[in-house]
């Protein structure tokens, strides 16, 4: 199985600030079919996984602009330009390019 | 709306079994293939099962091969699992999730324990 590492797996990060989580991929996430499949979830407290990025770099419908993705092959970056305090909570990367599909640990992100 | 809605969870003993459902609303059910995704309390998302849009071809994480069994019922737009032998580690919230992975339910609590 393609393992992901999420690193920090703990973000202090000041109202306002940016902040950056990378995601490291075991394996070349590149497709057959020329698409990179690493998305990227937020998970608030006590809620649902909702995914924010998806092929990489690509905003889900209704995320805010601040939130960008990047990277390819194995290495790739959820920034987030201000932090909110509507941010607080665990990240996920997942890569979809292999079966089967797999996780990050999760990155806690927390208002210092 | 586009929506999944989980049903089923609970308490149950150790050697049990639980049926879970996912109702879904606002798509078109029976193309995309669907997935069950568990999170045990206080850890991350793990894979346990998935369907193709009829139903003929399934995968199961091994953790749970042998034990659970996905289905689904494109004529009530409805997809479950059916698990048994149920194990104190089977303990977690049970998400469904459209192919993709944009579209997931509140997920519905499992607690395996005497």
């Known amino acids: 199985d393609v393992v992901m590492t999420q690193s920090p797996l703990s973000l202090p990060v000041t109202l306002g600030q940016p902040a950056s989580i990378s995601c490291r991929s075991s394996q070349s996430l590149v497709s057959s079919d020329g698409n990179t499949y690493l998305n990227w979830f937020q998970q608030r407290p006590g809620q649902s996984p909702r995914r924010l990025i998806y092929?990489?770099?690509n905003r889900d419908s209704g995320v805010p602009d601040r939130f960008s993705g990047s990277g390819s092959g194995t290495d790739f970056t959820l920034k987030i330009s201000r932090v909110e305090a509507e941010d607080v909570g665990v990240y996920y990367c997942?890569?979809?390019?292999?079966?089967?599909?797999?996780f990050g640990q999760g990155t806690k992100v927390e208002i210092k | 709306e586009v929506q999944l809605v989980e049903s089923g969870g609970g308490l149950v003993q150790p050697g049990g079994s639980l049926r879970l459902s996912c109702a879904a609303f606002g798509f078109t059910f029976s193309r995309p293939w669907m997935y069950w995704v568990r999170q045990a309390p206080g850890e991350g998302l793990v894979w346990v099962s998935r369907?193709?849009?009829?139903?003929?071809?399934?995968n199961y994480a091994d953790s749970v091969k042998g034990r659970f069994t996905i289905s689904r019922d494109n004529t009530k737009n409805t997809l479950y699992l059916q698990m048994n032998s149920l194990r104190a580690e089977d303990t977690a919230v049970y998400y469904c999730a459209r192919d993709g992975f944009d579209i997931w339910g509140q997920g519905t609590m499992v607690t395996v324990s005497s």
């Open positions: 997942m890569q979809g390019t292999y079966w089967p599909k797999t």
């Open positions: 092929k990489v770099s």
């Open positions: 369907i193709n849009s009829d139903g003929s071809s399934t």
